[in-house]
Nanobody, 120 residues
Framework: QVHLVESGGGLVQPGGSLRLSCAAS????????MGWYRQAPGKQRELVAA???????NYAESVKGRFAISRDNAKNTVYLQMNSLKPEDTDVYYC??????????????WGQGTQVTVSS
């Protein structure tokens, strides 16, 4: 089993910054990809940013130029630096980790979610 622990959410004023962290632990052979998703009440969960094992990144159009995803492979940790935050960024943010087993099987794991609120 793999356990994810998220941290870094909170309340910030428009234009401010927050940094989310997500540390993975447990039975991990290798991590295939890591990412962040967000979900508002009554809406589908959407991709915010993702990063591959090679460091290739992918961002939602709405956050390009403002958010940056990074990972520390030695710590099995993914980060999301969020700058120039807007009220519409208010959501619950979820960490996602895709773990690859020694025989190549991919498994999906989710964090518990962390609330990000952008408001004056």
């Amino acid at each position: 089993q793999v356990h994810l622990v998220e941290s870094g959410g909170g309340l910030v004023q428009p234009g401010g910054s927050l940094r989310l962290s997500c540390a993975a632990s447990g039975s991990i052979f290798s991590i295939y990809a890591m990412g962040w998703y967000r979900q508002a009440p009554g809406k589908q969960r959407e991709l915010v940013a993702a990063i591959s094992s090679e460091g290739l990144t992918n961002y939602a159009e709405s956050v390009k130029g403002r958010f940056a995803i990074s990972r520390d492979n030695a710590k099995n940790t993914v980060y999301l630096q969020m700058n120039s935050l807007k009220p519409e960024d208010t959501d619950v943010y979820y960490c996602n980790v895709v773990v690859q087993s020694d025989i190549g099987v991919l498994s999906d794991y989710w964090g518990q979610g962390t609330q990000v609120t952008v408001s004056s």
